[in-house]
């Protein structure tokens, strides 16, 4: 059956996200999402005058791939996928959460080769950079588990969060912040488990109303690489590589990681070890869409959560960057709304936010009440 939301949404993606123009190309990545949703995706593309193309797959096929892989077979998929990433002008990329955990038990070894021998090259140095994408989550049963909602209740909250969110007001509230955060130097954080310094110093400061995400809501900026010095913890759940880490802290001096912890400590290190770079900072960001307002494990979610922050180990986006490179970009998440233990963020020695909401002029904008 057709939810006829899912037309909505599709022409979010493709005229306002992307922006496809007359004669541009395409690249439709669907993992684990309904044909249904996909051929709105393609009629969206051809009614903009676009050029589809279609990339169909499972992440049952992706593990597969990664539990035989060798640096000689990762060496032949990413030659293919990175021809074919290169002819793209546009990027949307869907998945349907199936199984998270599917990857959980393979070795951090094969997890680590996929990281460094085709994401890497493919999408952090090719697709990311040079297309302009979009990625989201299609809605399912899983979701919905997570989120503590049955699927009915679900869906109707995604596309409430994803398709009734007035980007176009949320891209004028954002000016103002994005101004102060482009002149700004110090940054400290403080709540249960933190205390952080760093300096942003001649770094730009991105808004992200719609344009790379669905559901959006969120300015980044980027540490100066070797700024970072105290402590953080991190009180939302976040799976990776299949894995769901919980109470994740990290240590840092002269901006690297150098003492971390969690519910497994052992794979944290592991993913931390995967180049050089995993153990520096890669983005700094604010989280502001009114309609999020609590964690589901979902990043793509999660990272936009009103009253939140996320400090991201990895790499660093080209339009903001600090000169780090890594295989690694993970998105974790703090909320500081006091039902989450609260929290301070200064910069430059003014108070921007107190427990999660905004009391700085530059940001208030972007409180909930102002983007209804």
């Not at 032949?76 to 002819?87: E, I, P, S, T």
């Not at 909250?157 to 004028?172: F, I, P, S, W």
């Not at 995993?278 to 979902?298: V, Y």
Request: aromatic content about 10%; charged content about 25%.
């Amino acid at each position: 059956m057709r939810d006829i939301r899912d037309k909505k949404l599709a022409d979010l993606l493709v005229n306002f996200s992307v922006k496809l123009k007359k004669g541009e190309s395409c690249l439709i990545n669907a993992v684990d999402v309904p044909l249904e949703f996909v051929e709105e995706l393609v009629q969206a593309v051809y009614a903009a005058g676009g050029y589809p193309l279609v990339n169909i797959s499972s992440i049952r096929l992706e593990r597969a791939v990664i539990a035989g892989a060798s640096r000689e077979s990762l060496a032949v998929f990413k030659d293919c996928d990175l021809f074919r990433m290169k002819q793209m002008d546009t990027f949307i990329g869907v998945r349907g959460p199936a199984n998270s955990r599917e990857t959980a038990d393979l070795p951090e070894e094969n997890n680590a080769l996929y990281m460094r021998e085709y994401y890497k090259p493919v999408h952090g140095e090719q697709r990311i950079p040079h297309t302009r994408w979009v990625v989201l989550r299609y809605p399912t049963e899983l979701m919905a588990y997570a989120a503590g909602m049955s699927t009915i209740e679900f869906e109707n909250y995604y596309y409430r969060v994803t398709t009734e969110v007035d980007y176009n007001l949320m891209a004028k509230a954002m000016e103002p912040a994005v101004e102060f955060l482009q002149k700004a130097d110090k940054v400290r954080i403080t709540g249960a488990g933190t205390d952080l310094s760093f300096s942003i110093k001649g770094m730009p400061a991105i808004p992200c109303d719609g344009r790379m995400n669905i559901p959006d809501g969120e300015i980044y900026s980027c540490p100066v690489k070797d700024s970072v010095e105290g402590v953080i913890t991190y009180n939302t759940p976040s799976t990776y590589q299949g894995f769901t880490f919980t109470q994740v802290s990290f240590e840092f001096s002269r901006g690297k990681i150098i003492k971390a912890a969690a519910n497994n400590t052992g794979k944290l290190e592991a993913i931390l070890d995967i180049d050089q770079g995993s153990r520096f900072i890669g983005e700094f960001a604010l989280g502001c869409n009114p309609k999020i307002t609590f964690p589901m494990d979902n990043t793509l979610f999660d990272e936009k959560i009103m009253g939140s922050f996320h400090f991201t180990p990895g790499n660093a986006y080209e339009d903001c960057d600090n000169g780090n490179r890594s295989a690694v970009h993970w998105d974790l998440v703090v909320i500081q709304t006091p039902a989450y233990g609260g929290g301070e963020i200064w910069i430059d020695d003014e108070l921007v936010r107190k427990d999660g909401v905004f009391v700085h002029e530059a940001f208030t904008a972007l409180n909930p009440e102002n983007l209804e």
